[in-house]
């Protein structure tokens, strides 16, 4: 392969590209395996990682940071309900909003299911890496977030 002090050609780099995506997607695969399974739908682990990583919210708020309509959140909201995943209080600001938290046991069900990825992933890194390629996927991981953040 290239050099890392020399530019990729474009064939190189859509070879990159596809690589990158599928080593992503398997690395993604071996980490759901770690976890427990469950039968969530994308958007409802979405709100549950939005609430998770910003806080209570209501429903408009989730209804627009994950871009859909209040009706279709007010779904999602029920079935996580359902499931006791998250709760409803009254805004102590806005009597007429309800606030949506995550209930503590899914709070400490979602650490634990994190932990499980965490430790496999750590016990991968240090079986399967030596210290200089541990350094070398250091820097890798922030390239890896500046792509995600694009």
Do not use: C, H, Y
Not at 66 to 78: D, L
């Amino acid at each position: 392969m290239t050099p890392p002090s020399s530019p990729l050609d474009t064939a190189q780099l859509v070879a990159l590209a596809g690589e990158l995506r599928i080593s992503l997607s398997k690395l993604m695969r071996r980490l759901r395996e770690q976890a427990r399974p469950n039968d969530l739908t994308s958007s409802q682990k979405s709100v549950l990682l939005r609430l998770d990583r910003d806080g209570p919210a209501t429903v408009s708020s989730l209804a627009r940071a994950e871009s859909v309509r209040p009706q279709s959140m007010r779904v999602t909201v029920a079935a996580l309900e359902a499931l006791g995943a998250i709760s409803g209080k009254p805004d102590p600001t806005d009597g007429r909003q309800t606030l949506i938290a995550l209930t503590p046991g899914f709070r400490k069900a979602l650490q634990a299911n994190r932990a499980a990825k965490d430790d496999w992933l750590f016990r991968a890194l240090q079986v399967q890496l030596s210290s200089r390629e541990q350094a070398e996927l250091a820097s890798a991981v922030n390239l890896l977030q500046r792509l995600a953040d694009f």
